[in-house]
T-cell receptor, first 114, second 115 residues
Framework: AQSVSQHNHHVILSEAASLELGCNYS??????LFWYVQYPGQHLQLLLK??????LVKGIKGFEAEFIKSKFSFNLRKPSVQWSDTAEYFC????????????FGTGTKLQVIP | EPEVTQTPSHQVTQMGQEVILRCVPI?????FYWYRQILGQKVEFLVS????????KSEIFDDQFSVERPDGSNFTLKIRSTKLEDSAMYFC?????????????FGEGSRLTVL
């Protein structure tokens, strides 16, 4: 079965600082990878996804993530965060091909200080 | 843009009572899920549903839980006899039109408070 680990539980940054949130997964085969974001009081929204092809994927709001297969990692990055990026970020993985359940990491709370 | 809708947004119930949470998935989706998030904890998989039957369920999804797609539109989660530890945000999700890519589309959640 697949699993996901997110190393940072709570990150505090000042506006304009750069962001990198770590995500590692465990699974023996090919995977689809996702980052979801949950703004305070709101539901989970897809930030970006990787299925195949270019390992550097760009998502909404200036976020990007890089899939490094050899490291089983899919870290989320943003060059310059804004106060509105304050949210919880979840990395998720599902095995490729057909239906498979999506497994979430424990989440990283990002707090951006103005 | 199509979306997953959930009702109620918040339900308060007494321990031991039955609760039904309702979801309307995106209309051409084929896979349906319930996840829950206890306050401050991670999003946990409960159950997935495809072709009118449960595809997979977690160990959390015990005999107190059941799911149903009664009318081809709604997708419900029933908790037969609620416990204090069932207090959580419950998220419905759907995925997959003709080909599923694994991307889940979530509803806004139903907050369940068990007293």
């Amino acid at each position: 079965a697949q699993s996901v680990s997110q190393h940072n539980h709570h990150v505090i940054l000042s506006e304009a600082a750069s962001l990198e949130l770590g995500c590692n997964y465990s699974y023996g085969g090919t995977v689809n990878l996702f980052w979801y974001v949950q703004y305070p009081g709101q539901h989970l929204q897809l930030l970006l996804k990787y299925f195949s092809g270019d390992p550097l994927v760009k998502g909404i709001k200036g976020f990007e993530a890089e899939f490094i297969k050899s490291k089983f990692s899919f870290n989320l990055r943003k060059p310059s965060v804004q106060w509105s990026d304050t949210a919880e970020y979840f990395c998720a993985v599902t095995p490729s091909g057909g239906y498979q359940k999506v497994t979430f990491g424990t989440g990283t709370k990002l707090q951006v200080i103005p | 843009e199509p979306e997953v809708t959930q009702t109620p947004s918040h339900q308060v119930t007494q321990m031991g009572q039955e609760v039904i949470l309702r979801c309307v998935p995106i209309s051409n989706h084929l896979y349906f899920y319930w996840y829950r998030q206890i306050l401050g904890q991670k999003v946990e998989f409960l159950v997935s549903f495809y072709n009118n039957e449960i595809s997979e369920k977690s160990e959390i999804f015990d005999d107190q839980f059941s799911v149903e797609r009664p009318d081809g539109s709604n997708f419900t989660l029933k908790i037969r006899s609620t416990k204090l530890e069932d207090s959580a945000m419950y998220f419905c999700a759907s995925s997959g039109g003709q080909i599923t890519t694994g991307e889940l589309f979530f509803g806004e959640g139903s907050r369940l408070t068990v007293l």
